[in-house]
């Protein structure tokens, strides 16, 4: 049971480079969702989905597209990276958002974009 | 607007002693505030889950207790052990999203 697998841990792009980053869980989670965490700032959802091909936006999408093929992946697109994407990036998976419902993160992409 | 709010941003103490970190919320409606630890470079990992009905949850040497009606949490850890230095973020669930709106983190360091 590996839980929330994202890969890979650190990325340099140029700017303008495109990217995925890939999150796999094993767990048959239905929510998945996409956050990136500054200095400084509580972590923020970038996008979020609630089982497969169910996807929506979250606080700060602008830059970022999802797709949700399967319950298990969830891969984070960059279209064109910009300086202001350099940031950590976690994805995490649950059953739902309520109750006592445990939620599991992965172990975080750090990306640099110059 | 919904917001989590922690406090200190940041605590020394030494080892064996105890500490306790506060959290603020407007979250509205709530369902649930939970606790995580995060080691520098990992991902946040759960300590506690509170819903609305519950007012104290432990595990282990860490205790995390929840007023509903001021919107405040505090997560108490008792005998610190160097291996607490980590940030804890508070993080609170409104019902009918599906959105964890995050605290910014209370960093801990133990000291020997």
């Known amino acids: 049971n590996a839980g929330v697998t994202q890969t890979p841990k650190f990325q340099v792009l140029k700017t303008g480079q495109s990217m995925t980053l890939q999150c796999a869980q094993d767990?048959?989670?239905?929510?998945m969702s996409w956050y990136r965490q500054d200095p400084g700032m509580g972590l923020r959802l970038i996008h979020y989905s609630v089982g497969a091909g169910i996807t929506d936006q979250g606080e700060v999408p602008n830059g970022y597209n999802v797709s949700r093929s399967t319950t298990e992946d969830f891969p984070l697109r960059l279209l064109s990276a910009a300086p202001s994407q350099t940031s950590v990036y976690f994805c995490a998976s649950s059953y739902s958002t309520g109750g006592e419902t445990e939620a599991f993160f992965g172990q975080g992409t750090r990306l640099t974009v110059v | 607007k919904n917001q989590v709010e922690q406090s200190p941003q940041s605590l020394i103490i030494l080892e064996g002693k105890n500490c306790t970190l506060q959290c603020n919320y407007t979250v509205s409606p709530f369902s649930n505030l939970r606790w995580y630890k995060q080691d520098t470079g990992r991902g946040p990992v759960s300590l506690t889950i509170?819903?609305?009905?519950?007012n104290t949850k432990s595990n282990g040497r860490y205790t995390a207790t929840l007023d509903a009606d001021t919107k405040q949490s505090s997560l108490h850890i008792t005998a610190s052990q160097l291996s607490d230095s980590a940030s804890y973020i508070c993080?609170?669930?409104?019902?009918?999203?599906?959105?964890?709106?995050f605290g910014t983190g209370t960093r801990l360091k133990v000291l020997a």
């Open positions: 509170m819903t609305f009905s519950e």
């Open positions: 993080v609170v669930t409104s019902s009918g999203t599906y959105k964890y709106i």
């Open positions: 767990m048959n989670h239905e929510y």
